[in-house]
C-alpha cells in the first residue's frame, strides 16, 4: 500500500514514519509539507493511502481534498478532535488524533487493506467537497 504523508510539522511526519516502518506492506511514496505540495503530489495515480494534517499554513487538509479529481483513502492526522464531524462529511476514511497511537494506527491500516483489497465498486466514494452539497 503507497502512502503519502502530508503535515507541516517535521517531526510528526517524522513519527508518523517511524510507526508505519512496523508495517512491512505500507511505503511510504512522499511527504508534502503544505497543500500545494500535497495537491501536487497527490497527482500520483499509484497513492493508495494519505495521513493528511488538517491545520497547514496557507491552507487545509479540507482545502486539499477540493482540489483535487481522484482522492486516495484520506486517513485525516491532526490534534484537535474539533474537526472530526466535518472529516466525516467529507467521506475521510478514518481520523488519527495526534499523537498517533500504534494501535490505532494498525486499526486503520488493516481497515484500508480490506477496503483496498474490495472490487473498486464496493470502495467507497471520494471525498466530497462543500459545493457537493445538495441544496434544501
Do not use: C, W
Not at 492526522?77 to 494506527?105: G, H, I, S
Not at 473498486?120 to 471525498?127: E, F, G, K, L, S
Amino acid at each position: 500500500m503507497n502512502a503519502l504523508l502530508v503535515d507541516d510539522e517535521r517531526l510528526a511526519r517524522q513519527e508518523l514514519r517511524r510507526l508505519l516502518s512496523a508495517h512491512g506492506d505500507v511505503s511510504i511514496v512522499g511527504e508534502a509539507v503544505n497543500a500545494d505540495e500535497a495537491v501536487e503530489r497527490l497527482a500520483d495515480a499509484t497513492i493508495d493511502l494519505v495521513f493528511l494534517d488538517i491545520q497547514m499554513p496557507g491552507a487545509s487538509g479540507f482545502d486539499v481534498l477540493e482540489r483535487l479529481d481522484r482522492v486516495p483513502l484520506v486517513v485525516f492526522t491532526t490534534a484537535f478532535d474539533e474537526f472530526a464531524v466535518r472529516a466525516f462529511e467529507v467521506n475521510a476514511f478514518d481520523y488519527l488524533m495526534k499523537p498517533v497511537r500504534p494501535e490505532r494506527l494498525a486499526s486503520v491500516l488493516d481497515k484500508a487493506r480490506t477496503t483496498l483489497a474490495a472490487p473498486r465498486d464496493a470502495q467507497p466514494a471520494r471525498p466530497r467537497s462543500a459545493t457537493d452539497r445538495v441544496s434544501p
